[in-house]
């Protein structure tokens, strides 16, 4: 795994792979390299707009690329479902997911159309609801991947069950925090229920390190002890380019692991190629995690177990 790079990703010719949040920054970094690798590619994104430029800056990299978009807003269960029944008329299997898009430390709470508070929903709620609705596509493929995206914030965070849409308590860096535990927690526990119900799924997770995207200073600002501490870890910080490589490789290599989590390998794991990142012990916590999917199949209306059934 030294030094692993675009270029070991392994020929992706006849694959097809859904990455979320694509129009940019680390989506639209992993959709380029994985149409490199000759992989259909589905983008998906709130703005047609994005999609159409991302869609011309990546054919103009890889003229052969063979890729489209579709509109998909995480914020919305409508949006979701009407995306994963558009994509199961269109596609008779899929490869690969990697649940990518995210928002980051809102200074104020908002929430979804659903009335989840917006990161937790974004991150996390609409990704389990989509993972779910595609699972029957997902089985009709030999190998399945499924990546979700966390981050180094997972290490502070916890699942609050008793404020679970921090209506009581809104902490910008708190929610988001939670978010990205709840998505490694869901990686790993996907990952036991793929085993349990024999779905042949492959479910693990990436973070980007400290990667330089829109999505830091749309976030917590440049303002506040955040914007500060943004600024002071600059030149510790690599590209979107870079960021996206724990992805792929999670998504693409032959020694990825089930469950496995991936980040940078330099310090902190802010920086540097993929290498196994470390796991904090409560997103493996096997009861918080059978807590949360129960929570967040209640929440979404989805259950895996009724999609599975009619797959």
Known sequence: MTDWSIDHIPPMTGKLAVVTGATGGLGFETAL????????????GRSDAKGSAAIERICERHPDAIISYEHLDLASLDSVATFARRFDAMYASLDLLINNAGVMSLPARQTTADGFEMQLG??????YALTARLLPVLRRNKAPRVVNLSSLAHRSGIIDFDDLQ????????????QSKLAMLVFAIELQRRSDAAGWCLMSNAAHPGYALTDLIPNGPGSGGLMGLGGRLLRPLSHSAAAGALPTLFAATSPDAKPAGYYGPNGFYELKGPPAPAKIMPRAQDATVAARLWEVSAALTGTSFDQVAIAA
């Open 33 to 44: 390299a994985l149409a490199g690798a000759g992989a259909e590619v589905v983008l998906t």
């Open 166 to 177: 921090g209506a009581t308590f809104y902490k910008p860096w708190k929610a988001y925090e």
């Open 122 to 127: 974004t991150n996390y709620l609409g990704h």
